[in-house]
């Protein structure tokens, strides 16, 4: 008689890979190794928080009064703030713009691909561009000065004015706006297209079909570029430092320049006490961010 | 009608503009790359001695040379020392995240254990969470391994990023149950399921984590500035900040040959880096 496939199943001896907890041995080289690297030592640095540098003496909340208090804790954190609240809508929302435009085209696999190239420039290379540009004798001035809008004798070095937050911006935009776009225009494709095609012919016009069809469907996108912005808003410290230094015009200073400084100066009780309390303030807003959006998906 | 017609058109070349302004930043290396070192000096004069006029460029050069590629290439030996820890490091990170991070989105994808959705939105979180927070704990572990100052100081936190978890976890998804249990009854064991139908099948997520991770680490500044003293271990995208301004011929060279294999990797792996940075989006 034959053995059915569930016979022959059970007669087979079990090993640790027909075992229903295999799942385990496929989990435990990257759950060791997380925990090891990020997890255990991160109850370490909580324990620092609250005891001195050198001596290891307990102070209790004395490293987060002295954090909170700091001056350069303060403006960092006005700074990167400052930074996040500009640019991500900057971007989302010409990103947004730009897709829409792109998603009618022809040519929108080129023009996407054009975007998404200052993705692959290391931070390194873009450097010296930008002190090209944006310098007192660059060539943003240049421009300026051709069309009128700066008299010679009063050219600004960007980098060193306040303006810096805005060359800051401008990076950040041209480095992310390409995968931006590829996010969006996922998310408009992901659409049906009998929708817009019954839209239309209801007689909505484009403008019509892209607010009142595609958009209320974007939402799950809105959430995802969000996110990914915002990791990626931290990112630009690289091109921060490397254009400016350790301790560059006020209006560029991070929280990561912060951060780095202290590191470099093994001011270690106060890195531990800030990087708590910022990790505690991400670890909560990711954790609110998912809650929304996995609500607007059960909807 | 014809005015729409001039309108799309109006749209499509200001894209295309716009879409060349993002890319132009390489004709500059480029150009300056072959410029000799007269011209450069001339040119940017001002930028090093902090004048007061303006620089000028000529996108090409009036005595184009290839001087400067000769000199880095042959007489620069710092330079292939920088260039190979790239190398190195992007390369081990890569292949330790394969074969760390691989297992990892299999367990998430087949199996439903019980801590599963805790466990997975904790690695969400560690995802997101920019260097400069871990950076202490990182550095608390490889200061007690004593590896701080060696590359396994760079190459080792990054293999465990639970980021490569999630673009091959959306690959796996995608893989048919039923095809899972009728292997199981066949009696094939969970490694063979892996390794036959898994990792064939999600082979597009494992080639959009490889991109967009040696789109990262060929560009990595933080954790080797944090973590490595010692210059000559240093990677190609340290290196580059420290040619001066009076060498700039051997910046706009070292810039392009930086480029090259990232140009390379995104010219070829693109719709995979598409895929990628779609598969990111985190849902599941």
């Known amino acids: 008689m034959q053995k059915t496939g569930l016979q022959r199943f059970l007669k087979k001896r079990p090993s640790i890979w027909q075992s229903k907890y295999a799942f385990f041995w496929f989990l435990l080289p990257s759950l060791a190794g997380v925990t090891v690297f990020v997890l255990v030592p991160f109850l370490d640095v909580v324990r620092r928080s609250f005891v001195t540098a050198v001596t290891q003496e307990w102070t209790g909340l004395r490293n987060y009064q002295i954090v909170f208090a700091n001056q350069a804790f303060r403006l960092a954190v006005k700074n990167t703030v400052r930074f996040t609240f500009v640019c991500l809508p900057l971007l989302i929302g010409i990103g947004l713009f730009l897709s829409v435009q792109l998603s009618r085209l022809k040519e929108m696999q080129l023009i996407k691909s054009m975007f998404l190239f200052p993705l692959a420039m290391p931070a390194a290379t873009v450097v010296l561009i930008w002190k090209m540009l944006f310098s007192r004798q660059g060539f943003l001035n240049g421009i300026l000065l051709k069309t009128g809008f700066v008299e010679d004798g009063l050219l600004p070095d960007y980098m060193g004015t306040g303006a810096a937050f805005w060359v800051l911006v401008f990076s950040y935009i041209w480095k992310n706006l390409g995968y931006t776009i590829v996010l969006w225009l996922a998310g408009i494709f992901s659409v049906s297209a009998d929708l817009t095609e019954a839209a239309k012919v209801d007689g909505a016009t484009e403008r019509q079909c892209f607010w009142r069809v595609i958009f209320p469907n974007l939402k799950g996108s809105l959430y995802t570029i969000t996110v990914l912005s915002f990791l990626n808003s931290f990112k630009v410290f690289r091109e921060a430092y490397l254009v400016a230094g350790s301790y560059p015009h006020e209006s560029m200073y991070l929280l990561q320049h912060l951060f780095n400084n202290w590191f470099v100066n093994l001011e270690l009780d106060k890195m531990a006490a800030a990087a708590v309390c910022v990790g505690m303030l991400l670890f909560a807003a990711i954790l609110f961010l998912q809650r929304l959006w996995d609500h607007e998906e059960h909807i | ?284």
């Open chain 2, 1 to 284: 009608m014809m005015r729409k017609t001039i309108q799309k058109a109006a749209v499509k070349t200001a894209l295309f503009l716009l879409g060349a302004v993002f890319c132009a930043p390489v004709l500059f290396l480029l150009s300056g790359s072959v410029m000799s070192r007269y011209e450069l000096t001339e040119n940017l004069r001002s930028l090093m001695t902090d004048g007061e006029t303006l620089i000028t460029w000529s996108f090409f050069p009036l005595y184009p040379t290839f001087e400067h590629y000769g000199r880095i290439l042959f007489q620069t030996p710092q330079f292939f020392t920088v260039f190979w820890n790239s190398m190195k490091i992007v390369f081990c990170i890569l292949a330790g995240q394969f074969v760390i991070a691989v297992p990892a989105a299999w367990a998430f994808a087949v199996y439903p254990f019980r801590f599963r959705k805790w466990l997975f939105t904790l690695y969400i979180v560690l995802m997101l969470m920019p260097f400069q927070v871990t950076m202490l704990s990182s550095y608390l572990v490889l200061d007690g391994l004593a590896i701080m100052d060696t590359h396994r100081a760079v190459i080792l936190p990054a293999v465990f990023s639970t980021f490569p978890v999630f673009l091959v976890y959306r690959g796996f998804c995608d893989l048919p149950r039923g095809l899972i249990e009728a292997a199981r009854i066949d009696g094939a064991g969970e490694w063979m399921i892996f390794v036959k139908l898994g990792l064939p099948l999600a082979s597009g997520g494992i080639l959009s984590a490889a991109v967009l991770g040696f789109l990262e680490y060929w560009s990595l500044i933080e954790q080797p500035l944090a973590f490595l003293e010692d210059q000559s271990l240093w990677p190609l995208s340290l290196y580059l900040p420290e040619i001066s301004l009076e060498q700039v011929g051997y910046s706009f060279v070292a810039s392009v040959i930086t480029l090259i294999p990232a140009i390379f990797v995104f010219l070829s792996g693109r719709e995979y880096l598409e895929q990628g940075i779609v598969a990111s989006g985190l849902k599941e």
